[in-house]
């Protein structure tokens, strides 16, 4: 490895460990209670998963080129150099977390591992050491951005189709999909696809909202790769184009880690304030349906049902109640997951690790307990309102012939919101 890599490396630490995070690293006492919130280490049972092992690989090196008795006696305080080595380790164990945090919730000093591994990411994509294809999905997403005049057209051209779909099934030849629409009181983000844009354009018809969707989507690859640069620039679009249509607020789709990124980091990234309410859309159907704008057919899945927490949208955002009570109105069999909440055990295909093929056996070992959960629920219906939830659950449904169904929160107040027809007719719900 070169001097100058190592100095660029150390330059990081200097930069970004403040008195906060050098807390976090110092004051570890590798009780190993987090091995037993990490559903990596349970299914793996191998160290290099462990939530303090993480962060004993950053700490290392702090102590050799940050302390004087690392620089002089290493073997005292169990410093090392930074080496090739080092950076495989490093590599391993951060590009593999989901990030989804139970690790600090269950951590007697709340220690935030999930903020030592984006100081890892740092020193990774400074290293140029990153999985590339999250990098090319980034790098793409940023394209589109830069590019978003000439691809307009395209765009808008694509969503007529989904127009002629939406009038046909709420059987209202006046519904539309408002696109580029100044002066809206929502700017929807939606993700791609007639599941997300059709399912909300259904709802905010029902709701009588004044709404526009937004030209981007909420999914934030920059994030995963942990380049802030390039996750700012990704999130900066949203937050220009509803300067731009001057809307009032903007709602993200079922998307965990795009909520969490807009409604929690953008002002930390940007260092300016988010001058924009952020909900995600699960608060909006739940207003909606108390308020009476939108009308469901109560009780009309008959099946057992259970609600999937997705880490960023729950734990790490606070979103519980609202997808509860959503459920609570159509389902007559609401079933939680043992645990739950703020104590839900993760999917296991957070963190980008979707996107990476290599870890697929990985994702799915470790989503043992997650299909641990569902079977003993006895739940036929699993939903969960994030994309990445969903890919996952229902890999993981074939993995181990669970026969559940997977449904995000959309998709089933679509289908049973009263209109002259199903919006999107789904079959084995009763």
């Known amino acids: 490895m070169g001097k100058q890599l190592q100095k660029t490396i150390v330059d990081i630490l200097k930069k970004t460990i403040n008195r906060q995070l050098y807390y976090y690293l110092d004051i570890c006492t590798r009780c190993s209670i987090c091995k037993n919130a990490c559903h990596q280490y349970i299914m793996t049972n191998d160290l290099i998963y462990l939530p303090a092992y993480r962060a004993e690989l950053i700490l290392r090196i702090y102590r050799k080129y940050l302390t004087r008795t690392g620089r002089f006696i290493s073997a005292l305080n169990r410093a090392r150099e ?88 709420v059987d209202d030849p006046s519904a539309t999909i408002p696109v580029d629409l100044k002066g809206a009181d929502i700017l929807y983000v939606s993700l791609p696809g007639s599941y997300s844009v059709l399912t909300a354009a259904s709802i905010f018809h029902q709701a009588r909202a004044n709404w526009t969707l937004s030209l981007y989507e909420p999914a934030n690859f920059g994030y995963f790769l942990g380049d802030t640069e390039k996750a700012a620039v990704t999130a900066k679009r949203i937050i220009d184009e509803a300067k731009r249509l001057e809307v009032k607020e903007i709602v993200i789709s079922e998307c965990g880690h795009g909520y969490r990124v807009m409604k929690w980091l953008w002002d930390t990234w940007s260092k300016e304030e988010n001058p924009f309410k952020i909900r995600c859309i699960l ?40 997808p509860r009570y959503i459920l609570r109105q159509i389902a007559t069999d609401f079933r939680e997951l043992t645990p739950n909440r703020e104590k839900n055990w993760c999917c296991g295909g957070g963190g980008g690790l979707q996107a990476e093929p290599e870890l697929e ?68 719900l009763d």
């Not at 690790?103 to 740092?122: E, N, R, V």
């Not at 999905?137 to 307009?152: D, H, P, R, T, V």
């Not at 009308?295 to 729950?314: F, M």
Request: proline share 4%; charged share 30%; net charge negative.
């Open 82 to 169: 930074i080496d090739e080595q080092w950076l495989d380790d490093l590599y391993k164990v951060t590009y593999s977390c989901t990030g989804c945090r139970r690790c600090m919730y269950y951590c007697p000093f709340s220690i935030d591992t999930s903020w030592l591994l984006a100081l890892g990411k740092a020193i990774l994509v400074a290293a140029d050491k990153y999985p590339p294809i999250i990098s090319e999905i980034s790098n793409a997403s940023i394209f589109k951005g830069e590019n978003m005049e000439i691809l307009k057209e395209d765009i808008i051209e694509g969503l007529k189709e989904y127009e002629k779909e939406l009038q046909e099934k």
């Open 283 to 322: 608060e909006v159907m739940a207003e909606y349906i108390k308020e009476e704008r939108i009308r469901l057919n109560r009780g009309q899945i008959q099946k057992a049902l259970t609600y999937h927490d997705p880490c960023q949208l729950a734990r790490n955002s606070g979103i519980y109640e609202e």
């Open 361 to 428: 056996d990985f994702r799915l070992k470790t989503g043992e307990k997650k299909v641990e959960q569902i079977r003993n629920s006895g739940a036929k219906i699993v939903v969960a309102p994030c994309d990445n939830c969903r890919l996952q659950l229902e890999d993981l449904n074939k993995k181990y012939n669970l026969d559940i169904s997977v449904y995000s929160v959309m998709e089933l107040v679509a289908d049973a919101t009263v209109i002259s027809k199903p919006v999107f007719p789904i079959s084995n």
